[in-house]
């Protein structure tokens, strides 16, 4: 069973807080201010497809790549909807392959966060460096160490019509891991059906994103802090990273 297969029911209905469309906003003022090579675009850690969906209606030609089924399940319902022609592909971010380069990767809602070592993600960057066009763009966000910290071990619960959760959160100081175990409860006709996942996450700082960048070969154009649009500082918990494909690295 994957982290996300009782969450991806919910997803959407826990998530309809978060900015996506300030996300996107940002990621299509980066395509026009660094100019988009390319109209095929990759969601790298897409999820239940909200992100992808979102630039597929902007025009972009979209790939989605997801480790867990079941939200690509929930992105196929949504696909299906919209008539969108998109290519959904089950992958581990880590081993992701395709069939040719894209003009730009994105990845948004602290994807990366769920790779938790070193070499893990200069891989992954790797790869994004690999499957990108010449001077094609990479726009990610991820959440920091100062954001871990904030959380540190506490427990929150929200209730809603048909679903109802506890996130009991514990920050591992060493190694800067994040630990959420998630209750779930879903409605099934009368009664409520109960499930357990377990989510690790790992807070990066600044430095260490721009060396990873820098091991893959990709070439850091800009770091914004996501909430309030200026430069990132110490206090920062999410920050958004543009980077460049500059040539490839083995």
């Known amino acids: 069973m994957d982290s ?8 959407d209905i826990f998530m309809d807080d978060v900015p996506y469309e300030r996300w ?5 003022s980066r395509f026009e201010k660094y100019g988009l090579q390319g109209n095929i675009v990759l969601d790298l850690g897409c999820g239940t497809g909200i992100m992808t ?45 395709l069939y040719g ?15 938790l070592e070193d070499g893990e993600m200069i891989k992954v960057f790797k790869l994004v460096n690999n499957y990108l066009d010449p001077k094609g763009l990479f726009i990610f966000d991820f959440n920091t160490v100062s954001r871990y910290e904030c959380y540190g071990d506490s427990t929150i ?26 209750t779930i409860f879903a409605r099934e006709g009368e009664l409520y059906r109960k499930s357990c996942e377990t989510h690790l996450q790992r807070g990066y700082t600044l430095d260490e994103m721009k060396g990873f960048l820098e091991a893959a070969g990709l070439v850091l154009l800009e770091s914004e802090d996501a909430d309030t649009g200026g430069e990132p500082g110490a206090d920062s ?5 543009v980077a460049m494909e500059s040539g490839k690295v083995r």
Request: with cysteine.
């Open 4 to 11: 996300y297969s009782r969450l991806a029911g919910c997803y």
């Open 24 to 28: 996107y906003e940002y990621i299509l």
């Open 53 to 97: 969906e979102m630039l597929a209606d902007a025009g972009y030609d979209m790939i989605g790549v997801d480790l867990s089924s079941d939200m690509l399940d929930v992105a196929l319902e949504k696909k299906n909807q919209s008539g969108h022609d998109i290519l959904y592909l089950m992958q581990d971010m880590r081993e992701f392959e």
């Open 101 to 115: 380069t894209v003009g730009a990767v994105v990845s948004v809602c602290d994807s990366v966060n769920y790779i």
């Open 157 to 182: 619960a929200e209730n809603r019509d048909d679903y109802s959760f506890i996130w009991e959160n514990y920050y591992h100081e060493e190694g800067h891991i994040n630990e959420y175990d998630l």
């Open 237 to 241: 918990q999410r920050i958004h990273i």
